[in-house]
């Protein structure tokens, strides 16, 4: 499992709401809370486009 950049979060943002993002470790996702998205990290990359992100459910 690859880590994102430390310095990599301070800097991007959700690509919809430009928003700070979260990052989940365990799911290798970042999440935008107000978009209600999680954007897939593959091996240390973000992947921040809309159609590869999975919409959040209602309890997350």
């Known amino acids: 499992m690859s880590d994102i950049?430390?310095?990599l979060?301070?800097?991007i943002v959700c690509p919809q709401t430009r928003d700070s993002l979260r990052?989940?470790?365990?799911k290798q996702e970042l999440v935008?809370?107000?978009a209600r998205l999680a954007f897939p990290v593959r091996d240390?990359?973000?992947?921040?486009i809309?159609?590869?992100a999975r919409e959040l459910g209602?309890?997350?």
């Open 5 to 7: 950049d430390p310095k």
């Open 9 to 11: 979060l301070e800097v």
């Open 23 to 26: 990052y989940d470790r365990e």
């Open 32 to 34: 935008s809370p107000r």
């Open 44 to 48: 240390g990359v973000p992947i921040l």
């Open 50 to 52: 809309a159609d590869e």
């Open 58 to 60: 209602p309890n997350e």
